[in-house]
């Protein structure tokens, strides 16, 4: 059986750097662009990746699968990433205005602790 094209198992890691990629980790996002305007950015849009503890396991192309049939409805996962890129070269990322993980997040990260 081929491997699926967005199995992150397909990737080699990479530095966090845009432009992000279908199989890129949603969280990536969170690295590179401007948190207040990412949160904007997605609440214009009905989706909520932002702080989301899926984020950090789930690409784009997997997210809009996912999500597809569920409440908040599906979104076309190519369109967001070209977006976010063009989001991301004019509002990179900036430490003042960077918003703490949720609680969600933040036991992720203790329980699965980045290899860094």
Request: hydrophobic residues 35%; charged residues 30%.
């Amino acid at each position: 059986m081929a491997d699926s094209p967005t199995n992150p198992a397909n990737e080699k890691e990479r530095e966090p750097s845009l432009p992000l990629k279908l199989t890129d980790p949603i969280a990536l996002a969170e690295v590179l662009i401007d948190h207040e305007e990412l949160r904007k950015f997605y609440k214009s849009r009905g989706v909520h990746c932002f702080g989301c503890g899926a984020a950090e396991a789930e690409t784009f192309a997997e997210g809009a699968e996912v999500h597809a049939g569920g409440p908040f409805g599906k979104f076309d996962a190519q369109k967001l990433v070209d977006e976010l890129n063009e989001l991301g070269k004019k509002h990179p990322f900036r430490e003042e205005t960077k918003i703490e993980l949720t609680l969600t997040r933040q036991v992720m990260e203790w329980l699965f602790p980045s290899k860094e």
